[in-house]
């Protein structure tokens, strides 16, 4: 059995007097890619704000590698692996591409190690490498996602949790984008991928996640939930 690098445990979150979420459990194993799907104002968003720090809980438990990271700060979370590519993208738009991949590794301090991921970013985004030094509030939605996606693997995640990734990207941009993701988890990094685009997540995903009105109301193998007739009523649009 591979070992559980993240558990959710009756995780609660408000926002002004709103429960968003309401004690939600979930884990990720090593090695998985684990979808979360569910639709707008699900409390997804707000699940891995508080999972990386960004978030103060209400109640409940969030552990990783074992250790309880409640209150943690998420440049703490960075340091001990736990990366996150906002919805939103949050690129830094007045640096260049390279300058924006450098903040990603800003946490560590191995020069050759950096170099040698950032060929292995440009491998992976090809148009990255080619745009290195233009500015990155120059490049379109899609390039910006790369981009994030990117500085995310600058700083060597053993989990990375990404948020959305596909939201408002043209047809072509999200094949890339779920492509890039499966690459990415094959070369052995465990993801948490929220995504409101369900069937492509449940394509590639091992297991997944239902959430509504903040919380989980099915879970189970990808494979199951992608055939799964209430899944495809609420979720697939069938």
Known sequence: ?????????????????????????????????????????????????????LQPLNGGEIQYL???????????????????????????TRMTITENLLMGAHIRSDKAGIAGDMDRVFTIF???????????GTMSGGEQQMLAMGRA???RPKVLLMDEPSMGLSPIMVDKIFEVVREVHDQGVTILLVEQNASRALEIADRGYVMESGVISMSGKASDMLSDPKVRAAYLGE
């Open 153 to 155: 693997l600058m700083s």
């Open 1 to 53: 059995m591979s070992q559980t690098l993240l558990k959710v445990s009756g995780l609660k979150v408000a926002y002004g007097g709103i429960q968003a979420v309401k004690g939600v459990d979930f884990e990720v194993h090593e090695g998985e890619l684990v979808t979360l799907i569910g639709s707008n104002g699900a409390g997804k968003t707000t699940t891995m704000k508080a999972i990386t720090g």
């Open 66 to 92: 074992g250790q309880s990271i409640k209150g943690r700060g998420a440049w703490d979370l960075v340091k001990q692996g736990l990366a996150m590519v906002p919805e939103g993208r949050g690129v830094f």
């Open 126 to 136: 090809p148009r990255l490498k080619e745009r290195r030094d233009q500015l990155a």
